[in-house]
């Protein structure tokens, strides 16, 4: 699709800085620009960058001031990082605007789907479904018995969707993902072998929540696991039966969450966090990447890092007072010699 410089202007409320009828069809970072792109500079980094694009509308902060000539034209918004990721959604809801019931595909007699529903070959939708406005479920993807799905939610290819669990609003699940497979429950008997026991609770996932790909979200052994309102969950990412993930809480790939564990509002856990189970995370807690959570955080809003935990910064001078370790021991070395010498003299 064609846009004018001046149309992206209004839809970003911009000011356009030079040829306001120069049209764009396509995205470019700005140092790979070609005619008809559209970039932006965020970075100051990429400035010099501004004066040699070929790209031909860049769009840059208010605030930018000029050192050179520049031959494209400039929309100067309050931020530029923000208004660019809009037209990427935008972008990326016209290149994912599919429609229409593709065969062969399965539909269950007893369930629901809404208007607009966008339904890939070899799909599958279960017993007593009910599937709300505009959804798109890509090809290959299982809905399971009784599963719920609210509206302009996007499940993409391969996804898993087990029986009885609640999807939200405006989701997205990435291919791969898995729902509402079985908590890791098995009860140990006499004879060192180990009894399943049987996970009948359900998953479920509020509104805007984005899931990345070859994720795992346990169904609860009875109750539910519950995904809160704006979450953001990476890719391979292990989310155990019975866990409760607060709010905005955003969680980097290859961490894992034991059972039973209650995660607080707008929490950041980094890259292959392990969290235990059973404990509760306060509100606004932050961990480093690789740390190990082994016990109940009560204090609001912390930073943490290392394994086992400690706080942040504490973290930080333990990591700097490693290098010196050997010379440390070489010292304490030396010191324990000099002392023998003096109590062999006495």
């Not at 704006?230 to 955003?250: M, P, R, S, Y």
Request: contains cysteine; proline residues 3%; charged residues 15%.
């Amino acid at each position: 699709m064609l846009f004018t410089a001046a149309e992206l202007g209004q839809l970003l409320n911009g000011v356009v800085e030079g040829n306001p009828d120069v049209t764009v069809s396509t995205l470019a970072k700005i140092e790979e620009g070609t005619t008809g792109a559209l970039s932006f500079l965020a970075n100051p980094k990429y400035l010099p960058h501004l004066y040699t694009t070929n790209s031909s509308v860049v769009i840059v902060n208010k605030d930018l001031v000029l050192t050179g000539e520049v031959l494209c034209t400039l929309i100067r918004v309050d931020d530029a990082y923000s208004a660019f990721s809009i037209l990427l959604e935008k972008y990326n809801t016209i290149k994912q605007n599919k429609s229409g019931i593709e065969q062969p595909s399965y539909i269950s007699q007893s369930a629901t789907v809404g208007d607009n529903l966008y339904l890939g070959a070899f799909a599958y939708i279960g017993n007593n479904a009910k599937i709300g406005q505009n959804v798109k479920i890509y090809p290959q993807a299982y809905i399971g018995d009784n599963v719920k799905i609210g509206d302009n939610t996007t499940i993409f290819a391969g996804v898993k969707i087990y029986s009885d669990c609640v999807i939200g609003n405006n989701v997205i699940i990435h291919s791969g993902t898995v729902i509402g497979s079985d908590g890791f429950g098995f009860a140990p008997q006499a004879d060192g072998t180990y009894t399943k026991v049987a996970q009948i609770g359900n998953v479920v996932i509020e509104d805007n929540v984005e899931i990345g790909s070859n994720t795992s979200i346990d169904r609860a052994t009875m109750g539910s696991t519950i995904i809160g309102k704006g979450v953001k969950i990476d890719n391979l990412i292990q989310i155990a039966h019975n866990v409760e993930i607060g709010a905005n809480t955003v969680l980097a790939a290859q961490s894992g969450v034991s059972g039973s564990t209650k995660v607080g509002e707008n929490c950041v856990i980094g890259g292959q966090v392990g969290i235990v189970g059973h404990i509760t995370i306060a509100k606004g807690s932050q961990f480093g990447a690789q740390s190990g959570v082994h016990r109940t955080i009560e204090e609001e809003g912390k930073k943490w890092n290392g394994s086992p935990i400690v706080p942040y910064f504490h973290s930080l001078k333990t990591v700097n007072s490693l290098p010196r370790l050997p010379e440390l021991e070489r010292k304490v070395s030396e010191l324990e010699k000099q002392l023998k010498e003096l109590l062999g003299r006495k």
